[in-house]
């Protein structure tokens, strides 16, 4: 699996957007960029997941660059809720285990 | 989202004792779930991958006959922590997927802490 590059830390604004980047330059073409979060003394909750297209849900977008070496994690309107470490994993089959990095600790403050 | 519980969510035991920890999927039939453990300011660590009807796969470094694994049906695996010991307090997650998708989905988490 891909190794990922999170900055450590982030700072938003509540209300403002959160925009989370990932560094995945060694990604294979059937490797899946997934996003996780997890909020203090929780488990990982699963945010979204895409192969090269875009992705929205009712939580998130993910955007994927064409080359797919990157990819940003959009949190539209930011609350203080969003509060949380944020995972992004390539994995090369869906069913596999994750395997965390260090993550980015997102703060969203009033 | 699928839904993966947990119990207990918290237990506290004396050094010695043994400790049971299950992980359940409630809404999907899960052939393999993952165990996980989280150290205080530490990411996530793969511990073993729990298989129904067969044999636990372990991560290196983790011992299996400390950490007893038990898968005996598509919605249950079971975490025994033996002869619990002080530097085995951590929090104990546990993750399955469902069908073709098989994105996986996290349990709440297990604190143990061990005295």
């Known amino acids: 699996d891909a190794k990922t590059t999170q900055p450590p830390s982030m700072d938003c604004a509540e209300g403002r957007a959160a925009n989370l980047p990932c560094n995945h330059s060694?990604?294979?073409?059937?490797?899946?960029v997934y996003w996780y979060r997890q909020i203090h003394s929780q488990g990982p909750q699963y945010i979204i997941h895409?192969?090269?297209n875009n992705e929205t849900n009712e939580m998130a977008s993910l955007i994927i660059t064409e080359d797919r070496k990157s990819s940003t994690l959009i949190l539209p309107h930011a609350t203080l809720r969003d509060t949380a470490v944020y995972y992004c994993?390539?994995?090369?089959?869906?069913?596999?285990?994750?395997?965390f990095g260090k993550g980015t600790t997102l703060s969203v403050s009033s | 989202g699928a839904v993966v519980s947990q119990h207990p969510s918290w237990v506290i035991c004396k050094s010695g004792t043994s400790v049971k920890i299950e992980c359940r999927s409630l809404?999907?039939?899960?052939?393999?779930m993952f165990w996980y453990r989280q150290f205080p300011k530490q990411s996530l660590m793969l511990m073993a991958t729990s298989n129904e009807g067969s044999k636990a796969t372990y991560e290196q470094g983790v011992e299996k006959d400390k950490f007893l694994i038990n898968h005996a049906s598509l919605t249950l695996s079971t975490l025994t922590v033996t002869s619990a010991h002080p530097e085995d307090s951590s929090f104990y997650i546990c993750s399955g997927g469902q069908g073709s998708t098989d994105t996986q989905y996290f349990g709440p988490g297990t604190r143990l802490t061990v005295l």
């Open positions: 060694t990604i294979s073409g059937n490797e899946y």
């Open positions: 895409g192969l090269k």
């Open positions: 994993i390539a994995i090369n089959q869906a069913g596999t285990a994750l395997i």
């Open positions: 809404d999907f039939q899960a052939t393999t």
